[in-house]
């Protein structure tokens, strides 16, 4: 036995063990960050996307309210005059003065009567429009809402591509371990290998099967090439081989 070959083969097998189990710990937190990283963003991406789908749901609340304000807007619009510079003028002749009240009672009932069908036309057309321009106007929001969703899924798939490929680098984390690992591995084979293999040998050449003895025999079974038999009838005294059972 070698003892300093023997030596440095078992202290570089034990630092090639530790540096392999450096370089896995190395391997599973550069994939643990990897996957907290995508977990987080994935994480930000739904609640993204979260918000835009309840910024949708959230147009249709209070339509009523809604379509009661742009009610009031468009109606205000519908009567009231324009006087622009490019208004046209109608100069209209005045009406001659009534005779009696009871032609001036009819030429006022009239007008009250035509100031009220303008009145309700109005109304009228003001909540027919309301109710378009509302909903019209939360359909383009969804629309654009739901775009934006899909640019965030688009996002999430192109996340998870990109972390196949982090990870694959993040399993390279420990090869300068890996390789120094190997090397005192190696070392350490050898030097197990010569410090030992005084004793290898010695236990070999004392496993043979001595010259001239049979395997099970207990005693020897020849003695100078001649085999050892029973020559009881001749007058000898050797006794029968003997086997193991």
Known sequence: MEPFSLGAGIISSIASS???GAANDAVNAARANVLNAERARQQGFDTEAKGLTDQSLGRYVNFDQQMASDKDRLKTLFTTPVNGVNTPTYNAAALPAASSDVVQREIDAK????????????????????????????GRGVADDASKVGQI??????????????????????????????????????????????VLAGAGAGATTAAGAIPGAIGPTSVGGAPLVNNVFSGGATPFLTYGR
């Open 111 to 138: 007008k009250s009567l035509a100031s009220a069908y303008g009145a309700d036309q109005a109304d009228k057309l003001a909540q027919l429009r309301s109710f378009g321009d509302v909903i019209g106007t939360a």
């Open 18 to 20: 530790y540096l392999n």
């Open 153 to 198: 899924g688009s996002f999430k798939k192109g996340s998870e591509a990109v972390t196949q490929l982090e990870l694959d680098n993040a399993n390279r984390a420990g090869n300068s371990y890996k390789f120094f690992g190997d090397i005192l591995g190696g070392l350490g084979k050898v030097g197990l290998t010569a410090g030992l293999s005084p």
